[in-house]
């Protein structure tokens, strides 16, 4: 079945991802948290494994948590962000050790020369992004061949669970409500399903090695016993997709 594309329900309110805006109320509720802290970059750093001497990019690094984890495992980091204050925040905490640019994947192209990294990391980038198509390109172009894209988006089963209505196989724009630090927050995403990330991730040149869907890091069945009491013991913690992606 094909994947069409939707605009419906809240999203159709023009919403934007404006990340100047609550940049250090994510920043402070993302540190450690579950949902990033103890799930999506210990994820994404076991996916990473030995970094010691690799050229490394981070698309939408925001405030440079999992830039310094790869920084403190011998890894060559390069920052690349969208929003101007998450940016200032990565600088406070990096200092010179990484180097850092303003951008992202939704207008020009990647501001680096082809076959620049070893590794590049989406995490949490590429579901707010209506068409994969040139950003993919783009990241497969500053990789060396067989270069490695890692990804991290929103997991597709987890949409059709919270809206038991919506069409699975339709690639829709849909927003939520969410609460960072105590301020409430409007995010916009794009619904994928499996099969369409999947078609997407080939064309743009890449063989998928991995698709992941960890559990939750060790230590944060005692840190969150309340929020993972439903949770089985090693059992996947369904909330984001995982991916190594192999540039061909």
């Known amino acids: 079945m094909s994947a069409d594309l939707e605009r419906s329900g809240p999203a159709d309110q023009a919403v934007t991802n404006d990340y100047d805006s609550f940049a250090e109320a994510y920043a402070a509720e993302t540190e450690s948290n579950l949902v990033n802290g103890y799930y999506t970059r210990p994820a994404v750093l076991d996916l990473a494994g030995d970094v010691a001497g690799r050229r490394i990019l981070d698309v939408g690094c925001g405030a440079g ?8 495992r011998g890894a060559i980091v390069t920052g690349i962000e969208p929003s101007a204050k998450m940016l200032d925040l990565a600088r406070q905490r990096l200092g010179d050790s990484a180097a850092l640019h303003q951008g992202g994947l939704r207008g020009d192209p990647l ?15 590429l579901h707010y992004l209506a068409d994969w198509k040139a950003p993919l390109a783009d990241l497969r172009r ?13 997991h597709p089963f987890v949409y059709k669970l919270l809206h038991p209505d919506a069409q699975y196989s339709v690639i829709r724009e849909y927003s939520e409500d969410n609460t960072f630090s105590g301020q409430s927050v409007v995010l916009t995403y794009w619904h994928r399903p499996l099969h369409a990330m999947t078609a997407a991730f080939t064309a743009a040149g890449f063989r998928i090695a991995v698709i992941s869907e960890p559990p939750p890091a060790p230590g944060a069945r005692e840190r969150f016993p309340d929020e993972l009491a439903k949770v089985p013991l090693g059992a996947s913690f369904l909330c984001f997709l995982f991916f190594v992606l192999e540039a061909a």
């Open 142 to 154: 500053v990789l060396v061949p067989g270069g490695r894209l890692i990804v991290a988006v929103n």
């Open 111 to 125: 501001p680096f020369p082809d076959a620049s990294f070893d590794d590049a990391i989406a995490c949490l980038v």
């Open 65 to 72: 948590p999992l830039l310094a984890a790869l920084r403190d």
